[in-house]
């Protein structure tokens, strides 16, 4: 299997958690910078499944020689009946912004008293040529907070507190964050596949 990795992404924070999860298994992971013709698919899919798996297919047919990895993954909230879900990165509009989304976020929970439980959710997707290979998925349960705190991730980040922690996903190190947040636990399937398939 070849030892470079293309990330079926145009999000450069997104590529970051990867490349610090994953960047001891391959000599070089790029994402869809390395496709610049590549026209981003519709994202047309119900679930986070589909829609990984449709972004894994579109980057694997441009580029058939290489081994693509996608993700799709997003916040659910209880309490909005599993809302943004996968949605979660256009829930302010088509044009949102994830400060756009994090206010539209607490706006929508206005009143709604804590425990306010959500997870995150992520599907990793692996393909090469025009075969999905394997699926992996990744949760991570927590509560939404009623103001922002932190300034590191991304996304929901600074409104998401862990279980088990005081702290968002926006005050917590990378490192921590990294080792139980929902790609973090997706990749880490992606990373036994990747051994035995190597």
């Known amino acids: 299997m070849t030892s470079s990795l293309i990330v079926a992404t145009h999000n450069a924070h997104k590529t970051g958690e990867m490349r610090a999860i994953l960047g001891d298994l391959f000599d070089a992971i790029e994402d869809l910078a390395a496709i610049p013709g590549l026209v981003p698919p519709e994202e ?9 798996a449709i972004k894994a297919l579109a980057a694997a047919k441009e580029r058939p020689e290489a081994l693509i990895i996608a993700d799709d993954s997003g916040l659910e909230v209880d309490a909005l009946d599993g809302a943004p879900g996968i949605y979660s990165s256009r829930f302010a509009g088509a044009d949102a912004t994830d400060a756009s989304n994090r206010e539209k976020l607490i ?11 959500a997870r995150f959710r992520c599907v990793v997707t692996v393909a090469q040529k025009s075969e999905v290979l ?7 349960e927590g509560s939404i907070a009623t103001e922002m705190s932190g300034e590191g991730g991304f996304g929901y980040d600074p409104l998401f507190i862990p279980e088990g922690y005081d702290n968002s996903f926006g005050e917590l190190s990378e490192e921590i964050k990294n080792g139980m947040s929902h790609r973090g636990r997706a990749l880490a399937k992606f990373r036994e596949w990747r051994s035995e398939h190597s």
């Open 44 to 52: 047309n899919g119900s679930t986070f499944a589909e829609n990984s």
């Open 107 to 117: 706006v929508d929970l206005k009143g709604i008293p804590a425990p306010r439980t």
């Open 134 to 140: 394997a699926t992996f998925d990744g949760t991570v």
